[in-house]
């Protein structure tokens, strides 16, 4: 099984790198520079897994284009690394500092979902896109970020309606609130005590990989509020094409 993760040298990356390493499985590990990946790449190979780095600057199109085609065919595309955004309100965000963030956290998982489908042809393909609570809310702060994923939650759903019958499979998943340098970053996350383990989402990415969840291709998913025995239960039950999709909220009464 060939899989890509990006953002792989640190944080949730890291953690779904090392846990989906099992002998038989090729991983292309992503992060800015090869050389950050040298640690997670030693103990993906000390658990089995065949391992090629790559660095990429994912805001440069041009390297993402390459990153696409040094991936080649792919049975699994994690589309994990992001950037946090700018902590302003809306009106005070630039256009400059929205492109920068959706440039990371939109158009480079476009860039890599298109190449994963084009070199999949008829054969299928899964698609893995780190989601967050912010694609299905609204926020005073950080408007550029809450926007990159509500926009990437948009793409994934179209995505999933026209690439089924090709054997596409795009799975939208939120890891929960995880401590990461990015959530360090965000002075929203200040003094708090709770948060998700990483290794949650990477079990659930893990049962992914393996079809066991293809039943919810197209769905959000959240670790932390998901359990993953209650995903699998869901897969066996089947979901509602409406079910768990970026929809207008019904009137109140
Ligand atoms: P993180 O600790 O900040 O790690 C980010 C990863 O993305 C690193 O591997 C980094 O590579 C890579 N990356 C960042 N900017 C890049 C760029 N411009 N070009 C290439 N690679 C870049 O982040 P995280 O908290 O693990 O988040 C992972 C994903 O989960 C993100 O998509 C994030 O939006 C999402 N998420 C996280 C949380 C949370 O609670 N942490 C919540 C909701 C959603 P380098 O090491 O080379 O910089």
């Known amino acids: ?12 990356g890291r953690t779904i790198a090392t846990t989906l390493a099992a002998p038989g499985r090729h991983l292309h590990l992503h992060a800015r520079r090869a050389e950050s990946l040298a640690e997670v790449a030693s103990e993906a190979q000390q658990r089995g897994a065949e391992v090629t780095v790559h660095g990429a600057e994912l805001s440069d199109k041009e390297q993402v284009r390459r990153l696409a085609e040094a991936f080649g065919r792919l049975d699994l595309l994690v589309n994990n ?5 700018h ?7 630039s ?16 860039i890599l979902t298109s190449a994963a489908i084009s070199y999949a042809e008829d054969q299928g393909v899964r698609i893995v896109d780190l989601s967050s609570g912010s694609a299905v809310t609204d926020t005073e702060k950080s408007a550029d970020y809450w926007i990159s994923k509500t926009a990437l939650m948009r793409l994934g759903g179209c995505i999933d309606k026209a690439g089924r019958e090709r054997g596409v499979k795009i799975f939208e998943i939120a890891p929960g609130v995880v401590a990461t340098d990015m959530t360090a970053a965000m002075r929203a ?15 659930i990415i893990e049962a992914v990989a393996t079809g066991e969840l293809d039943a919810l291709a ?3 998913m959240r670790a932390g509020t998901d359990t993953l025995a209650e995903l699998r239960a869901r897969a066996a039950r089947g979901v509602g094409s409406e079910e768990r999709r970026l929809r207008l909220t019904p009137w109140a009464d």
């Open 87 to 93: 902590e302003k309100y809306a009106w005070e965000t």
């Open 189 to 203: 996350h200040d003094g708090r005590t709770e948060w998700t383990s990483a290794t949650e989402i990477a079990d």
């Open 81 to 85: 690394a992001g950037v946090g955004g």
């Open 1 to 12: 099984m060939k899989i890509a993760i990006t953002g792989a040298s640190r944080g949730i």
């Open 95 to 110: 256009p400059e500092e929205l492109e920068e963030t959706l440039a990371v956290n939109l158009l480079a998982p476009l």
């Open 218 to 220: 197209g769905c959000h």
